[in-house]
């Protein structure tokens, strides 16, 4: 809904208008949207009160084209505008009586007319160089030894600058069937080695499924072994992992396209209260499966649910690691790039890592696969190839160095 209410915002003048006198944005308008401003604001002074629908009709005389708008750049404007957690809130709060036409438009932006004052978001003016640069500094430096999270591949950690970090999303990128959610298991297994909470969102494999790779991970057992036979084994080698672990895991299933980001954000906060723990990671198998924002054309729904999954992570100061499938001609190529991500590249040219494993008939056979950093926003690495060793009947991604 809230989409929805953004995409009437910047699609009709009147509204548009509105929206723009109430956010006091002036400086940031093109020609056309000043002129549009201003009739609004001349109309106001007249007749004490904003123009109707029906007066804007009138008083635009339709001859405003509003592809002239700009409306890509408002409508990005607008979205930074709704990060704020206020205006969020706002937003859900009058989306239902919006939809059923039941609001007084000039109101309800009049009122987020005094929400702007409240926003915790403000952009300092005159920034110096060298400002706070101590502070900066130390927490910068801070951020790096604390808020890392390996993956366990060394060579793949040394490349991402000691590993994942909080704040970030990073995507895997891989044909279908060639080991995402293999990959997606391993990371769940190296966080809880590594004592962080994490939160293992599936929306292709039961719970029951991905505990059994879990655990297959961790006794690095093939399917043939998991079995009763190995029951008193498998037992004692688990309780032994999870005594020696700090960190707590938690496996969700969600069927397909029935949770989308605000869902997966109630759900993290619930869970928070009730267990007084704060979740570290979250490991979604897999992207092209939650349920997208409302919106019109593939592209738009994409790069939305992109940016409030990234918008989650750094809000919230947690990593969120994804996957996603190539199109079919990733299927033969020798080296998967962004060239090859299906559907749109826009579902992922917002994240912070983007990682894509490849694999040759004869690398399958000699059990290695390479992992390509092909984007890296803050710490650098691009183009890196890491070679791993790949065991995918006992559902294993690591390096050489690990292995040998």
């Given amino acids: 809904m809230k989409d929805e209410i953004l995409h009437k915002i910047i699609t009709d003048e009147y509204l548009f208008s509105i929206f723009i006198k109430s956010v006091g944005i002036v400086e940031c308008l093109n020609p056309t949207q000043k002129l549009i401003y201003k009739k609004v604001l001349a109309y106001e002074k007249e007749h004490k009160?904003?123009?109707?629908?029906?007066?804007?009709?009138?008083?635009?005389?339709?001859?405003?084209?509003?592809?002239?708008?700009?409306?890509?750049?408002?409508?990005?404007?607008?979205?930074?505008?709704?990060?704020?957690?206020?205006?969020?809130?706002?937003?859900?709060?009058?989306?239902?009586?919006?939809?059923?036409?039941?609001?007084?438009?000039?109101k309800v932006f009049a009122e987020l007319g005094r929400l702007k004052d409240k926003l915790e978001v403000r952009v300092p003016k005159g920034?110096?160089?060298?400002?706070?640069?101590?502070?900066?500094?130390?927490?910068?430096?801070?951020?790096?030894?604390?808020?890392?999270?390996r993956s366990f591949i060394?060579?793949?950690?040394?490349?991402?600058?000691?590993?994942?970090?909080?704040?970030?999303?990073?995507?895997?990128?891989?044909?279908?069937?060639?080991?995402?959610?293999?990959?997606?298991?391993?990371?769940?297994?190296?966080?809880?080695?590594?004592?962080?909470?994490?939160?293992?969102?599936?929306?292709?494999?039961?719970?029951?499924?991905?505990?059994?790779?879990?655990?297959?991970?961790?006794?690095?057992?093939?399917?043939?072994?998991?079995?009763?036979?190995?029951?008193?084994?498998?037992?004692?080698h688990l309780e032994k992992f999870f005594n020696y672990v700090k960190g707590s895991g938690v496996v969700h299933y969600v069927p397909v396209n029935q949770w989308g980001v605000e869902d997966l954000k109630a759900w993290t906060s619930a869970w928070?209260?009730?267990?007084?723990?704060?979740?570290?990671?979250?490991?979604?198998?897999?992207?092209?499966?939650?349920?997208?924002?409302?919106?019109?054309?593939?592209?738009?729904?994409?790069?939305?649910?992109?940016?409030?999954?990234?918008?989650?992570?750094?809000?919230?100061?947690?990593?969120?690691?994804?996957?996603?499938?190539?199109?079919?001609?990733?299927?033969?190529?020798?080296?998967?790039?962004?060239?090859?991500v299906g559907e749109a590249f826009a579902k992922i040219e917002s994240a912070d890592v983007i990682l894509s494993l490849s694999q040759s008939v004869q690398e399958k056979a000699d059990q290695r696969a390479r992992i390509t950093v092909l984007k890296n926003r803050e710490f650098g690495g691009v183009g890196t190839i890491v070679d791993v060793k790949t065991i995918w009947e006992e559902l294993t991604v690591t390096d050489f160095e690990f292995m040998e």
């Fill in 154 to 236: 060394n060579a793949l950690d040394r490349a991402l600058f000691g590993g994942f970090h909080k704040g970030e999303l990073a995507f895997m990128i891989t044909p279908p069937g060639r080991g995402k959610s293999t990959f997606l298991v391993n990371l769940l297994y190296g966080f809880l080695m590594q004592n962080r909470c994490t939160l293992f969102l599936s929306n292709e494999l039961r719970t029951e499924v991905v505990l059994a790779r879990l655990y297959r991970r961790i006794m690095q057992m093939d399917r043939k072994d998991f079995s009763n036979e190995n029951k008193v084994k498998i037992v004692k």
């Fill in 272 to 340: 928070e209260k009730q267990y007084e723990r704060k979740i570290d990671c979250i490991v979604i198998d897999y992207f092209d499966r939650l349920r997208k924002p409302w919106g019109e054309g593939e592209r738009f729904k994409q790069r939305a649910l992109v940016d409030s999954l990234r918008d989650f992570a750094v809000d919230q100061n947690l990593f969120i690691a994804t996957a996603t499938q190539t199109n079919r001609s990733g299927l033969n190529t020798p080296l998967v790039t962004e060239e090859h």
């Fill in 49 to 106: 009160k904003p123009p109707t629908p029906a007066e804007a009709d009138t008083l635009f005389e339709r001859t405003i084209n509003t592809s002239n708008l700009g409306l890509d750049f408002t409508f990005e404007f607008v979205l930074e505008e709704i990060k704020n957690e206020k205006l969020k809130y706002w937003i859900l709060t009058v989306a239902t009586d919006i939809e059923a036409h039941e609001v007084d438009y000039s």
């Fill in 127 to 149: 920034i110096k160089a060298g400002d706070q640069i101590d502070n900066i500094i130390e927490l910068e430096t801070a951020k790096v030894k604390t808020d890392t999270m």
